[in-house]
Antibody, heavy 118, light 109 residues
Framework: QVQLQESGPGLVKPSQTLSLTCTVS??????????WSWIRQHPGKGLEWIGY???????YYNPSLKSRVTISVDTSKNQFSLKLSSVTAADTAVYYC??????????WGQGTLVTVSS | NFMLTQPHSVSESPGKTVTISCTRS????????VQWYQQRPGSSPTTVIY?????PSGVPDRFSGSIDSSSNSASLTISGLKTEDEADYYC????????FGGGTKLTVL
């Protein structure tokens, strides 16, 4: 059973960079065919796709966030990461890491709340 | 890119059948698979339908999915409603990027 777990600071100051890591267990992040993804949910709102990194290393980002987002992978630690720069209060959300197969998510992390505040 | 539009909320009584729609704004609904996720309060989403009409193991056959090219929409139908089905439901599709619908709150009362 694949499990994903997000980790990182729960509080980030405005204008700084939000950094989160997702640790994958029960399967190798190097396995072919999967999209290692980040999705967020603003408080009381819907799901917003941030982006993903394909097992080959190719990245795809939400056009509305593209200029501020970087997703990378560390195969030696079986982890992938999210960096979101120049954050504002509008970036306060629960951030989920997820595994995509085809165009669908098959495994989700439990989510982590990140608050942007001074 | 395209958008997926869902009704904000639906409600129905236990034992009844409810259908939630998801309309694609541009491009054909049939060009990329549609998924449906259930999210209960305080929990991560879970998949109830993938690839338009496939159920993951463990999802009861009360849940079914379909697409309709004439209305360019997808639908999630839940029959024999139970109070435990009360949740938010999101459709999702993709091209080079992933797109989520705005979500529908299902109330079973």
């Amino acid at each position: 059973q694949v499990q994903l777990q997000e980790s990182g600071p729960g509080l980030v100051k405005p204008s700084q960079t939000l950094s989160l890591t997702c640790t994958v267990s029960g399967g190798s992040i190097s396995s072919g065919g999967y999209y290692w993804s980040w999705i967020r949910q603003h408080p009381g709102k819907g799901l917003e796709w941030i982006g993903y990194i394909y097992y080959s290393g190719s990245t795809y980002y939400n056009p509305s966030l593209k200029s501020r987002v970087t997703i990378s992978v560390d195969t030696s630690k079986n982890q992938f990461s999210l960096k979101l720069s120049s954050v504002t209060a509008a970036d306060t959300a629960v951030y989920y890491c997820a595994r995509g197969a085809g165009g669908a998510v098959d495994y989700w992390g439990q989510g982590t709340l990140v608050t942007v505040s001074s | 890119n395209f958008m997926l539009t869902q009704p904000h909320s639906v409600s129905e009584s236990p034992g009844k059948t409810v259908t939630i729609s998801c309309t694609r704004s541009s491009g054909s609904i049939a060009s990329n698979y549609v998924q449906w996720y259930q999210q209960r309060p305080g929990s991560s989403p879970t998949t109830v339908i993938y690839e338009d009409n496939q159920r993951p193991s463990g999802v009861p056959d009360r849940f079914s999915g379909s697409i309709d090219s004439s209305s360019n929409s997808a639908s999630l139908t839940i029959s024999g409603l139970k109070t435990e089905d009360e949740a938010d439901y999101y459709c999702q599709s993709y091209d080079s990027t992933w797109v989520f619908g705005g979500g529908t709150k299902l109330t079973v009362l």
